[in-house]
């Protein structure tokens, strides 16, 4: 057992819990703390990656209870993959929000933005369906307080829509896990797989009905069409950093559906074959059509930031639905690709947004703000990114998946919806971005007296993001052969399933004597 | 028993999802916790409706009560609890702010509430 793997979550939760105990009022020693322990993060996070490198699934049995009994902690390499990219988003979007003075708005920004990570990283590495639901709650309830950070009316209102449809996303995964439990009698995942595999077949309707709620509460999280209402004004409202944060957000949807829909609900299960993919499919092409319009019709930035969010998330879970494992390779690569650059572009939003008199970004002509030409080229930069244009890795994401997609029936629809989506897409990142760069009116005196020297943060932050994108170009190729070990690893669900109930405590606990009655009844249903 | 159980967490269900479907925030707040009682009930129920048995497999009984179902459904209740007094908060300081409890975003006037001080008063 190695205990590296719950340090992730150990370490923001403590570090949550000392920064509002002891440095409530002292902003200075919450970032000196909240920094150290994201980078502390990041390089435990990063060596769980290289640990995992190695193929190795490792289980972390909590109070050395084996599994299906007690609730374990699986690092594979999706698992390390998924807990790297929050590690390093979170470092970036810390700096900005540092740089920016966005953590003074407000209290209590570094805790909770510490619960955040602990709730995503443990949804990341939690290996239990009903432990995923609880840290499903964990990162909801510290997005709740971050997403109403700095306060404002129109934030709350949007907090408060926001809150309501994640508290319905709970009780729809209370309602999927207790159909589940009833149908298998366990939560465990791997447990899970073992079960729900050997249903017979004419028993399986309770588990199809729990299979689609699930789908449902992930299709929530990850702003799948129809269910998709929620983003736009939460992502436009939330604080810019938060915003960027909650790029990752999405990401656990996707994550969860790549989950349970290949180790649980596989597609070579016959009990729930064919009611996921064939329903996933079309959502996702009509999301990506409405993302993309979405970014094409936005009236502001931050609009026109969340609906790019909801088209990128068309196009991954288009990957997704595939469930072969060259498009889940695929579907990853576009994953860490889009969660940087949708993250880039909110960050973007907000420079321009602070710049601006009245901080409005409707996309319209306006006074030229401060630094703009240095803004317009991160801008330029990121639209080429999310807009998946050579030369930067949307490109490299979009071609993978347009290769994973050719040998499907409607192979001709998933082309062109991606196809025609890009074009839309590039026209209307191109639109807004000359309407506020280029076709700006005379410098405000107004504006220009209040003008301080720039902070350099921010710019390090989002060029940070930037060369991320540019290194996952360039090195396309060491990470698509790691990527494709991974969806490798994530299809052998054998070997996660024999690492997980075959831990050497889990074979210790079989072999016990139990002192049953000698003709005992099913003790289970 | 079965049918007392499974009508209660019908009926909850659907008044839940009735005042979902309502325009301001207090009835949608109503009906989600509506719907956290329903789903805390069917947890129960996923264990099985199993009346006084031990909650422990013992030798002299054949059965036993899940436990498990028990375990989920206080988690649930804590985590729904802790959720609907945020989601109180919340709604109440967006009120307090906007004067307008529509849980829709469409923009409205910020200034046409406050002028109907009788109707912000009648809610109070």
Do not use: C
């Amino acid at each position: 057992m190695n205990h590296w793997i719950i340090a992730p979550i150990l370490l923001p939760s403590l570090v949550a819990a000392v920064i509002i105990l002891t440095a409530r009022y002292q902003i200075e020693l919450q970032r000196v703390m909240s920094l150290a322990a994201t980078f502390a993060l990041l390089g435990i996070t990063t060596g769980l990656l290289v640990y995992s490198a190695s193929g190795v699934i490792d289980v972390y049995e909590l109070g050395n209870w084996p599994a299906p009994f007690g609730i374990v902690l699986v690092l594979d390499r999706l698992s390390a993959i998924m807990v790297t990219l929050t590690a390093l988003l979170a470092t970036v979007v810390l700096l900005y929000a540092i740089g920016t003075g966005w953590d003074r708005r407000g209290h209590h920004f570094h805790a909770l933005f510490q619960f955040q990570l602990m709730g995503i990283i443990g949804a990341f590495l939690t290996g239990d369906a009903f432990n995923l639901f609880v840290f499903f709650e964990v990162l909801l309830i510290a997005s709740y307080g971050l997403m109403i950070h700095g306060g404002g009316a129109s934030r709350l209102r949007a907090g408060v829509q926001y809150v309501m449809y994640n508290l319905l996303g709970s009780t729809l995964f209370l309602f999927a896990l207790g159909t589940i439990y009833g149908a298998t009698g366990t939560l465990n995942m791997a447990d899970l797989a073992l079960r729900v595999a050997e249903l017979p077949a004419e028993d399986t309707a309770m588990i199809r009905v729990a299979a689609v709620l699930l789908l449902l509460v992930f299709a929530l999280k990850a702003a799948l069409i129809p269910l998709h209402f929620w983003l736009p004004a939460t992502y436009a409202e939330a604080p810019a950093p938060i915003a960027a944060l909650f790029a990752v957000m999405t990401k656990i949807g996707a994550y969860a559906i790549i989950r349970v829909y290949t180790l649980v609900f596989g597609p070579e299960v016959e009990a729930t074959a064919g009611i996921v993919g064939p329903w996933l499919m079309p959502a996702a092409i009509v999301t990506l059509a409405i993302g993309m319009l979405g970014v094409l019709g936005a009236r502001q930035f931050g609009r026109l930031a969340a609906f790019s969010a909801i088209g990128s998330m068309g196009t991954l879970l288009i990957a997704i639905a595939l469930f072969t494992p060259q498009a889940t390779s695929a579907a990853l690569y576009y994953l860490i690709h889009s969660t940087l650059a949708g993250a880039a572009l909110f960050l973007i939003v907000d420079m321009v947004r602070a710049r601006r008199m009245g901080e409005d970004d409707i996309i319209a002509p306006r006074p030229v703000i401060a630094q703009n030409g240095l803004i317009a080229s991160l801008y330029f930069a990121t639209a080429i990114a999310v807009a998946g244009m050579p030369p930067l890795s949307g490109f490299v994401g979009k071609l993978l998946v347009l290769d994973a997609t050719r040998g499907h029936d409607q192979a001709w629809l998933i082309w062109g919806a991606i196809l025609i989506m890009s074009l839309v897409a590039i026209v209307g990142f191109a639109r807004a971005g000359s309407l506020i760069f280029w076709k700006v009116e005379e410098p405000d005196t107004r504006l220009a007296a209040q003008q301080t020297a720039p902070a350099a943060l921010p710019f390090v932050a989002t060029g940070g993001l930037i060369a991320t994108i540019v290194v996952m170009t360039v090195f396309a190729g060491p990470v698509t052969a790691f990527l494709d070990a991974t969806s490798a690893q994530i299809f052998d669900t054998q070997a996660y399933i024999s690492a997980v109930l075959e831990t050497p405590r889990a074979i210790e606990a079989q072999s016990l004597p139990l002192d049953y009655p000698s003709t005992p009844k099913e003790p289970q249903q | 028993m079965e049918y007392l159980l499974a009508s209660a967490i019908g009926v909850m269900s659907a008044a839940g999802i009735y005042l979902l479907l309502r325009m301001r925030t207090f009835p949608v707040i109503l009906g989600i916790s509506m719907l956290t009682y329903a789903v805390n009930l069917f947890l129960f129920a996923s264990g099985r409706i199993a009346i006084n048995l031990p909650p422990v497999l013992l030798n002299e009984t054949p059965t036993y009560a899940d436990p498990l179902p028990q375990a989920l459904v206080l988690t649930a209740i804590v985590i729904s609890f802790g959720m609907t007094a945020v989601v109180v908060l919340l709604a109440l300081g967006a009120f307090l702010s906007s004067r307008n409890d529509e849980v829709s975003l469409t923009p409205t006037d910020p200034q046409a509430p406050a002028t109907e001080p009788a109707a912000g008063e009648g809610r109070k």
